[in-house]
């Protein structure tokens, strides 16, 4: 089915270029114009027992932020960096190339002198000279001629962006074709995550379809997308010898609808999206007896955003909703195979809501503890872009939000925010691995009380300065397992300061 839908884009371009490009009428030949733009950041940050969760369903920090851990209760501090520059060479309005570079300090500092490794986020070795230049999206785009309705084509190492706040953004190689027809757009997606042996059936394919349309002052919107995992976890380092087959394999499919605009006073922005698929044992591969070759995946989530624009102020609320999995029909990364969290048995259900792998829905967040902050965070308690199925930073949670923002003067914007976060996993909790006095995983719901600070100063046109506080207190969903003990105990609150110091060109 693939390759014929692949194939059938292939013929359709063919017939489009091969009889309709020479009808076009002569126009002035239209100039070469080359643009660069970016930016360079510093940002500094402070915070106090936020770690990136492991575990790709649920599971808690990291082993140093967990009580005994030498960062556990700890305050800490760090500086990083990142810059971009992108080039684009634009060719009158059919055509235009980009070529995009990123650059990041993980830290000021970057372990290791003198250099003798290269690679991601290693910009700010002492010494400097790191060749650590990455080539985030390398792609062009054209108009398809002769068309009947206006069709655009970008080919290449690109962004892969669908509602990313809630859904996917990821850069990849891969095509998408652009569409209107009045009143509606409409994009098809291919994307080629992972090719593995070009004779073996261990690719994975990324198929989509996004529409939408402009009805008065909303859009209104939807989309289906479908990941072919032929080999899973989707690792480069994965792929076998000619006539050896992955361990796994999985079809995951994601439909969503959204809508956004204004509504008489209000701005609205909504949506709702549901994954549903499996990971299944591929080929002659063994399970233990009594377990499962598939796991079913099905969870679902939803958000609804208000804001009320009020002479210099805003006013808004977010409420979401995210499912989270049943720690006694699954494990944390849900695989055949694999042993239940809590109790007896093999992984068999995943009820949590999932994002797809790679994605890096949980930059997008809508705080600054528990998800990723405003202010280009690199502390948080959600997953980060992994190869597996995961949670992102919303799956295994709920919360509802209140703020208002204040435009003081032209050059400063004041935000406060305040918000109450829930767990929705059963039979367990989604961050904390508090257990019973029977050392059964202990199920509680609250994750805590979050409030956040931002500050937005603007120096000049182009040179901003974010300032922003984050700071939870903790619920019981939060506590954490003493090692191998049958007790637990309480974080100290968690809380952070980051600010950014961006000049943007």
Known sequence: MKKFLVLSLVALMVLAFGTMAFAQAKKEEPKLEFKASGFIDMVTLYWRNQSAQAGPIFGPPGAT?????HQFD??????????????DAVYGKAMSGTIFFEMDSTRWGDAGYPVTTTGHGTVGRWGGDESAIEIKNLFFT???????VPMQATAGLQPLAVRPHVFLYTD???????????????????????????????DVDVYGLQASAKISTLTLGGYGFYYNMNTYPVDSSAVLAYGVSPGYESDMFWLGVFAGGKLGPVVLDFDFVYNTGEIERRGAFAVPAGAKRDVDFRGWMTRAKV????????????????????????????LPGSDVANGAGFSRKVGSYVVPPFSEQFAFGDGMVIQTGWVRAMTRMTVASATSLNRGAVGGTAFAQAYASFKATPWYKVTLKGMYIWDTTKNGNTIGNAVKASGVPRDDSDIGWEIDLINEINIYKNLKWDIALGYLWAGDALDYRVGATNTNKSPKNPYNIHTRLIYSF
Do not use: C, Q
């Not at 305050?75 to 990083?80: L, Y």
């Not at 054209?142 to 009947?148: K, Q």
């Open 65 to 69: 932020f967990l009580p005994g851990g």
């Open 74 to 87: 700890k305050e800490n501090s760090a500086w990083s960096t990142r810059g971009h520059l992108k080039f």
């Open 142 to 148: 054209f108009a398809i001629p002769g068309m009947p």
């Open 172 to 202: 990849g190689t891969g095509v998408k074709l652009d569409t209107r027809i009045d009143p509606a757009t409409i994009s098809l997606f291919y994307f080629k995550a992972l090719e593995g042996k070009d004779a073996s059936a261990d």
């Open 307 to 334: 804001d009320y624009p009020w002479e210099k102020f805003n006013f808004g609320a977010i409420g979401m909703y995210a499912t989270g999995a049943d720690m006694k029909k699954t494990s944390a990364t849900g």
